[in-house]
């Protein structure tokens, strides 16, 4: 068979099988007596071959390499070749992502794209500062896709870069709850309560129910940070867990000053102060739990804790007995 009809059959250009030829990977078996190539039916087979492996991304001399040695052992090409193709389809879907975000900015123009891609640059940059600085310009400048500051803000260490991207990220103008509620599935607790923090910081509408799925996660500062933002919202059902909190010395001045906004309502105070010296009376308490809860009584108002302050005064506990009083002295002033 001659070149032409070769490279009809194959699919292969006449000039691109001559290049295999150069390259010593077929060689046709014979010429006519004009002088042109004549392929046997075993070249063409060595073509289609060389097509199959190419179409696999090896290159033209991993595929003599693979087709001539006799110890080949395809085992750790195929492996190579699985890896370059994950670094390639995920250098792709970062450029797409990108793409993407850039679109969703909607840029009236060169100019905007610039932009949009520099504050996309800086929120990836290694450098806190940088990090803040995009956050903190999202708002005024280009803006910043929705998408792109919930990654972000999931993915933050820094807590003052963390606390400037979640501004930007209420500033948005955008609903991110439904993102930041994938971030609640993760299998990492940390990211899980970056999510609670930045759900706390969104208006109401559509977080308080992914804030309530929270209070269940297996994660304990997780739930906490999920009853801060409830209870500063007013609800009273997380009494209990900000109660744990305060036990547990974990966020336990904010757990103690949310505790103290919700006894504005005289009926709550008293189930406050009920829960407060619930966990006072038991036995088991340490000294330092015992004192941490007889401080947070400082803000709740009512004739329970006035009376208990007064009892707690003369606490065997000395640390308890003098935080009492000095509460009590200060209840006088007010």
Same mark, same amino acid.
Request: overall charge negative; cysteine-free.
């Given at each position: 068979?001659?070149?032409?009809?070769?490279?009809?059959r194959?699919g292969?250009?006449a000039?691109?099988?001559?290049?295999?030829?150069?390259l010593?990977?077929?060689?046709?078996?014979?010429?006519?007596d004009?002088?042109y190539?004549e392929?046997?039916?075993? =070249?063409?087979r060595?073509?289609?071959?060389?097509?199959?492996?190419?179409s696999?991304?090896?290159?033209?001399r991993e595929?003599?390499?693979?087709l =001539?040695?006799?110890?080949?052992?395809?085992a750790e090409l195929?492996?190579g070749?699985?890896?370059?193709?994950?670094?390639?389809?995920a250098a792709?879907?970062?450029?797409?992502?990108?793409?993407?975000?850039i679109d969703?900015?909607?840029?009236a123009?060169?100019?905007?794209v &610039?932009?949009t891609v520099?504050?996309?640059?800086?929120?990836?940059s290694?450098?806190?500062?940088?990090?803040?600085r995009a956050?903190?310009?999202?708002a005024?400048?280009?803006?910043v896709?929705?998408?792109a500051?919930v990654?972000?803000?999931?993915?933050?260490s =820094?807590?003052n870069?963390?606390g400037? &991207?979640?501004?930007?990220?209420?500033?948005?103008g955008e609903?991110?709850?439904?993102?930041?509620?994938e971030?609640?599935g993760?299998p990492?607790?940390e990211?899980?309560k970056?999510a609670?923090?930045?759900?706390?910081?969104?208006p109401?509408?559509g977080?308080?129910?992914?804030?309530r799925?929270?209070l269940?996660?297996?994660?304990?500062?997780?739930?906490?940070?999920?009853a801060?933002? &409830?209870g500063?919202?007013?609800?009273v059902?997380?009494?209990?867990?900000?109660?744990?909190?305060i036990?547990e010395?974990?966020?336990?001045?904010d757990?103690?000053?949310?505790?103290?906004?919700l006894?504005g309502?005289p009926?709550?105070?008293d189930?406050?102060a009920t829960?407060?010296?619930?966990?006072l009376a038991?036995?088991t308490?340490?000294?330092?739990?015992r004192?941490?809860?007889?401080q947070?009584l400082?803000?709740?108002?009512?004739?329970?804790?006035?009376?208990?302050l007064?009892e707690l005064s003369?606490d065997?506990?000395?640390?308890?007995?003098l935080t009492?009083?000095?509460?009590?002295?200060?209840?006088?002033?007010?």
């Amino acid at each position: 068979m001659l070149i032409g009809d070769v490279a009809r059959r194959a699919g292969v250009s006449a000039r691109m099988l001559r290049h295999y030829e150069s390259l010593g990977l077929v060689r046709p078996t014979g010429r006519t007596d004009s002088g042109y190539r004549e392929y046997s039916g075993e =070249d063409i087979r060595r073509i289609f071959h060389i097509e199959s492996l190419r179409s696999l991304g090896l290159s033209l001399r991993e595929v003599g390499r693979a087709l =001539d040695d006799p110890g080949f052992a395809p085992a750790e090409l195929v492996d190579g070749l699985i890896r370059q193709t994950r670094e390639r389809l995920a250098a792709e879907t970062e450029l797409l992502t990108r793409l993407r975000r850039i679109d969703a900015a909607e840029p009236a123009g060169w100019e905007d794209v &610039l932009q949009t891609v520099a504050l996309l640059q800086a929120l990836g940059s290694k450098s806190a500062g940088a990090r803040q600085r995009a956050a903190l310009s999202a708002a005024d400048e280009v803006p910043v896709p929705v998408e792109a500051l919930v990654e972000a803000v999931l993915d933050e260490s =820094d807590p003052n870069v963390a606390g400037a &991207l979640r501004w930007a990220l209420a500033q948005s103008g955008e609903d991110g709850a439904a993102l930041l509620a994938e971030g609640l599935g993760s299998p990492s607790a940390e990211v899980r309560k970056r999510a609670v923090q930045s759900l706390a910081e969104l208006p109401d509408e559509g977080t308080a129910v992914l804030l309530r799925d929270a209070l269940t996660d297996s994660d304990a500062v997780v739930r906490g940070y999920a009853a801060l933002a &409830l209870g500063a919202r007013g609800a009273v059902d997380v009494v209990p867990t900000l109660i744990d909190m305060i036990v547990e010395e974990r966020n336990d001045v904010d757990a103690a000053d949310v505790l103290g906004a919700l006894a504005g309502d005289p009926a709550v105070a008293d189930r406050i102060a009920t829960g407060l010296l619930g966990r006072l009376a038991h036995d088991t308490m340490g000294s330092s739990a015992r004192r941490r809860l007889t401080q947070a009584l400082a803000d709740i108002p009512g004739d329970l804790t006035a009376g208990a302050l007064v009892e707690l005064s003369h606490d065997e506990d000395r640390a308890v007995a003098l935080t009492a009083t000095y509460i009590l002295k200060l209840r006088e002033t007010r």
